[in-house]
């Protein structure tokens, strides 16, 4: 018999904050109470959160087809020490995964490495190409239940149409990357008064904007589920708080550096802060802050995206898009935007899970269900210098950050814990 003890923490729940010690045993929340024993492993939380373990329903790990960038079990480790229990992993890998064999081997891997849950994401379109639909019935079958073309939108309204009203039918949830290819093409920063300033082609809000107002308008014809992935403009929350307003049924994610900096941060040209969308005004920046803070933005989603360091040594304009964020996810959260500890849970666990329909993450802790859970100090003063991704792409080395990851557990196993992974 396995028995771990959580002692001396702050269990978050639903209602608040409360002072209680988890006792785990074979792998499940056994009790929870004051000065409870056991005879096994115990982890003294020193003061810190305890609550669910964090969920990213938006990472990419390359595997299959670029896993010189990463593979699962490097984003997996990732994934562990930023105190994730459950990740949603795109598609847009080489081959991409648009047919049920693909998602069943992401799956498969990452049962293999252990260390968090490994959920596939299915594509919309057969190879992401944006022609034809993927095997979209083969993908729900093997247990997909988010579908996108994540890199690219799928800008045939038609097609897209025929894909909602499937998933609709059978509960499906569109993601949808928004970027006009026609608006953004070319484009290496926001366009405004920075990418003026440089002399730099930039991307305009509108380019985000345009297909966030498009694919409303299908999802209410339609009735599906939809999620807009990244949102980095103020004319985009808007454009979410209206349909919820409205009813519909979406939902929003928005990424820690969004969270953070500002297009402002391009000026020391560093590749680092190349992503996609790009980084956006101080006032794009306070309004995703206050959707977050408000509810119209759901998620916290990292768009954990791993690029070698050869393909980011280069000049900014050459440098591909993304950053890692799966280490640092919750410290740039904790750092920037002012949640209190059960909101800050709900959004980055218990609506993320909700989403995604991870029915064994996002829970808040109580006797009986499964132990995904996370210990997370937020006064803890750090700055990233190394990580467990085989990526270093991070604008977040060597930046003050405040609030920590003390320890991870996923299905009853200590899988990180004081700086080490544990596989």
Known sequence: MHEILITNGK???????????????NGSVKEIGIDLKTSGETIDCGGSLVGPGF??????????????????????????????TAVVVMPNTEPAVDAGHLARFVIDRGREEGLVEVVPAGAITMGREGKKLAHLDQLWAAGVRIFTDDGDSVEDAGLLRRAMEYLAEIGGLVAQHPEDRGLTRDGHMHEGSVSSRLGMAG???????????RDLALARLTGVRYHVQHVSTAG???????????????????????????????????????????????????????????????????????????????????APRGIIGLETSAAVV??????????????????????????????????????NLVVFDPSAAWKPEVFESRAENSPFIGRSLQGRVVATIYNGRVTYRDGKVHR
Do not use: C
């Not at 269990?11 to 045993?25: F, P, Y």
């Not at 991307?203 to 107002?213: D, L, Q, T």
């Not at 990292?302 to 040594?313: F, I, M, N, Q, Y």
């Not at 849970?345 to 499964?370: D, Y």
């Open 11 to 25: 269990l978050v729940t639903a209602d608040g904050v409360i002072q209680k010690d988890i006792r785990i045993e």
């Open 55 to 84: 969920v990213d329903i938006h990472v990419h790990f390359r595997e299959p087809g670029q896993e010189w960038k990463e593979d699962i079990g490097s984003g997996s480790a990732a994934a562990a020490a930023g105190g994730f």
């Open 203 to 213: 991307i305009p809000a509108i380019g985000e904007e345009a297909v966030v107002a």
């Open 236 to 318: 985009a929350v808007e454009l979410v708080g209206k349909a919820k307003a409205e009813g519909l049924a979406v939902t929003a994610e928005v990424t820690p550096h969004h969270l953070m900096l500002d297009h402002g941060e391009v000026e020391r040209m560093n590749p680092d802060v190349k992503m996609y969308p790009p980084l956006r005004r101080p006032a794009d920046v306070e309004a995703v802050r206050a959707g977050l803070v408000d509810g119209t933005i759901d998620v916290v989603a990292t768009d954990h995206a791993p690029h070698a360091a050869h393909e980011k040594d280069v000049p900014f304009e050459e």
């Open 334 to 371: 904790n750092t920037s935007v002012e949640l209190g500890p059960v909101e800050f849970f709900q959004r980055m666990s218990v609506a993320p899970a909700h989403i995604a329909g991870l029915h064994e993450h996002g829970r808040w802790l109580e006797p009986g269900g499964l132990a």
